[in-house]
């Protein structure tokens, strides 16, 4: 392997004063919340070698795009994406100015060594499961470029990842992610995530604690623990015996400093008794659940091999609406799978009508290479998909509006997270995860604060601090 000690190409020459000998990384999220935190850990893993991060292509020597499979249209985008690189590296070379172009996430892992045949700009591709050989990875490529490691777990990546630096770990800002498991053993019939991500591994408890702890100690204030299948989380305690999810949550929940707990994507058949009482017992853990429904018809949910009945989706959510009456309720949807019928569909919109959720995703079924469903009969047009969808959102989207509506006049405690829309604003999450915007400076950021909400905008709640005198505002 190169010698990756020092820099293995050249310089910028207008880099600013005190980063020069630095060289600087972008990298470009798409898909999943876990995409966003394999961001950080990419970064803070080529941290030691000297990258520093910045916050735009153009100001790079190292661009990674860090690329979702889940639907056509994601995996189309990176494509579109490296068109643009090609013209920015040929326009930096003219300059004498080498720039690596890495391809990350779960396109680098479907598509592999036809990333480079298809689009030449590419000079590295890394699958989700070799992100600790990076440094390498990167000096090999600036000897010989088109370099590929799709190598699906052949060593723990967690272990090997290098943990953030101070300067890393402010850029958490007061919220983090944190994957506890990583991949799906499930195989919906119509989903690339297993063959992306590989098999459900759940990382031990104790490195998942020591990471919270380090986060806790640079200010953060909420973790979202992260998995495709979190709820089914069976990671190796302290004890050496399987701890489950409600276990790891409440032992977070000591954390000194973390205040919120929030966990993502759960599965219906593994929402435990035990996880529903959480939602009871653990004052840290956040009122709000994003649960995929998929479908709302049986014959739907068995055609993907959800493995669940509408049934017991429903009777879940009733079990978690008894244990904590006022949680907001999230979903992901799919219209148009093959063979939905208008009855199957209004099955679905039935499904949505009975519980009324907060939020929710919906997307028309993309058929992907490699799935089952993709070579389903009764593939169904595009022109039913987009009426389904457009159905589906309307109600999906009056429901969010109402939720957000019977908040207004109630006072909830907000974790402020980043500047606003407008100047003299910022804006953080409530409780249920809806975006609160306020009037206040930016030296409130970090801060949980009780706010009154006073009035709903498109997708966001406007507030302010309970303690201040109530005066008009401006929306
Ligand atoms: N692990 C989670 C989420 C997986 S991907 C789960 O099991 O629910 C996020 C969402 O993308 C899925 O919930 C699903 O609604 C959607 N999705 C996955 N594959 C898709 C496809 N081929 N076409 C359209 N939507 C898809
Ligand atoms: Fe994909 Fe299903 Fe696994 Fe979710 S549970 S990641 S939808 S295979
Ligand atoms: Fe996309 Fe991979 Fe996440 S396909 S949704 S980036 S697990």
Not at 125 to 140: D, F, M, T, W
Not at 197 to 203: L, N
């Amino acid at each position: 392997m190169a010698d990756d000690s020092k820099p293995p190409f050249t310089l910028t020459a207008s880099a600013p004063l005190g980063t020069s000998g630095a060289r600087k990384v972008y990298v470009k999220s798409f898909g999943c919340q876990m995409n966003v935190y394999d961001a950080e850990r990419m970064a803070d893993t080529l941290a030691p070698q000297g990258f520093v991060s910045v916050a735009a292509a153009e100001d790079a020597d190292l661009v990674v795009l860090n690329t979702c499979h889940i639907r056509e249209k994601a995996a189309e985008k990176v494509y579109s994406e490296l068109g643009r690189l090609r013209v920015l590296k040929e326009a930096a070379a003219a300059e004498g100015r080498k720039v690596i172009v890495a391809v990350a996430g779960c396109v680098a892992q479907a598509e592999g060594a036809d990333m480079v045949r298809r689009a030449p700009v590419v000079d590295i591709v890394v699958g989700p499961q070799s992100y600790h050989r990076l440094p390498e990875l990167v000096a090999a490529a600036a000897i010989r470029p088109g370099v590929v490691d799709t190598a699906l777990k052949a060593e723990d990546k967690f272990d090997r990842l290098v943990p953030p630096g101070r300067e890393q770990i402010a850029r958490r800002g007061s919220s983090a992610f944190v994957t506890i498991q990583e991949g799906c053993s499930r195989f919906c019939t119509y989903c690339v995530v297993p063959s992306t991500r590989g098999g459900e591994v759940s990382r031990p408890v104790d490195k998942v604690v020591a990471e919270v702890e380090r986060l806790a100690a640079a200010g953060v204030r909420e973790i979202t623990v992260l998995g495709q299948n979190v709820n089914a989380y069976r990671g190796e305690g302290p004890d050496g015996r399987p701890w489950k999810l409600p276990r790891l949550l409440a032992r977070l929940a000591e954390v000194p400093g973390i205040a919120r707990l929030r966990y993502a994507t759960s599965h219906p058949r593994a929402m435990s008794a035990e996880l529903i009482a959480a939602h009871r017992e653990l004052p840290q853990l956040m009122p709000y659940l994003h649960l995929p429904a998929q479908s709302g018809s049986d014959r739907i949910l068995d055609a993907m091999n959800r493995r669940h009945t509408r049934d017991l989706y429903l009777q879940r959510l009733a079990e978690v609406r008894a244990a904590r009456p006022d949680i907001a309720l999230s979903s992901d949807f799919i219209v148009g799978f093959p063979g939905e019928s208008d009855q199957d569909f209004a099955d679905t919109m039935d499904l949505v009508e009975r519980v009324g959720f907060a939020s929710a995703y919906s997307f028309k079924y993309s058929p992907r290479p490699g799935t089952p469903a993709a070579s389903m009969d009764g593939q169904v047009p595009e022109a039913v998909k987009s009426e389904r969808l457009t159905a589906l959102q309307a109600v999906l989207e009056s429901q969010q509006r109402a939720f957000n509506l019977a908040s207004v006049g109630r006072t909830v405690e907000v974790l402020f997270e980043k500047p606003g829309r407008l100047p003299g604003q910022i804006v953080g999450k409530s409780p249920h995860m809806q975006a609160v915007h306020v009037q206040a400076g930016a030296e409130m950021i970090g801060q949980i604060k009780a706010v009154r909400l006073v009035a709903v905008g498109s997708h966001s709640l406007f507030g302010e601090f309970a303690d201040a005198v109530p005066q008009p505002i401006a929306v």
